[in-house]
């Protein structure tokens, strides 16, 4: 089923609801409690990953804490975490021709919740990794390494799919959030470089003009990253002598 075909359904399914309540002597309370009913479950769901958000938030912010203690600086630089919209998660159901239930999407999409994390430097980044997964109650989903590998874009950052555990009124419940691990640089780039490939009205000969020139961009920023940590390197090195 393509997109417009489940527009096409969706059109159909509501007006047979519009319908079914005009033959049945509704009264608004009732047409009320049948929409809460049905609502309930997606307002759950979507209240299921913001949970899942603030605990990966809160577990970050803790470290942060400590480091800024025992290595006197802070790694983290900021935040930032999201939501996927309901459009977004219905154009990915329809593009993965996945079932329309609640448990097929929380089962194959792994991307609903995410957290970006945005660090001073490269190693930052590889420490908190390093902590986050140690912690008990985190599952390690899938990990991918594009700073060490990265995309033919000149992308670089450090994926992590975590499964973290949220505690609702009756049950506990693992959540699967994606973490996005950044420098500064990375984050510059990546924020950059995603306003510019989706301008609209550019000719395919610009497109590919400009993805030479962004590429070349990522592999300056990368040395820049490089650079920066190595002096970073330097002066430890040289406070630990004194």
Excluded at 28 to 41: A, K, R, T, W
Excluded at 151 to 158: A, D, E, H, V
Aim: hydrophobic share 40%.
């Amino acid at each position: 089923m393509d997109r417009e075909q489940f527009m096409e359904s969706a059109d159909k399914m509501a007006k047979e609801i519009v319908k079914f309540t005009e033959q049945i002597d509704f009264d608004e309370e009732s047409l009320l409690d049948v929409i809460e009913d049905h609502m309930l479950p997606v307002e759950q769901f979507f209240a299921n990953y913001n949970c899942a958000i603030m605990e990966i938030e809160t577990k970050f912010k803790v470290l942060n804490e400590q480091f800024s203690l025992k290595y006197d600086g802070n790694p983290i630089e900021s935040i930032h975490s999201r939501v996927k919209d309901y459009d977004s998660i219905i154009r990915k159901v329809i593009r993965k021709k996945l079932p329309r239930t609640l448990d097929a999407i929380e089962e194959n999409i792994n991307d609903i919740a995410g957290v970006r994390v945005v660090c001073s430097f490269v190693d930052d980044i590889y420490r908190l990794a390093d902590c986050l997964l140690q912690q008990d109650d985190i599952i390690l989903i899938r990990s991918k390494d594009y700073i060490k590998n990265p995309k033919p874009t000149g992308y670089r950052s450090l994926h992590l799919i975590v499964a973290v555990p949220i505690f609702l009124e009756n049950e506990k419940k693992l959540v699967k959030v994606e973490v996005q691990f950044r420098t500064i640089a990375m984050d510059f780039w990546a924020s950059l470089e995603h306003k510019l490939r989706y301008k609209k009205n550019i000719s395919e000969e610009m497109l590919n003009k400009l993805a030479h020139e962004l590429t070349d961009c990522a592999n300056i920023s990368a040395s820049l990253d490089a650079r920066m940590q190595n002096v970073r390197n330097l002066i430890m090195s040289e406070t630990k002598g004194n």
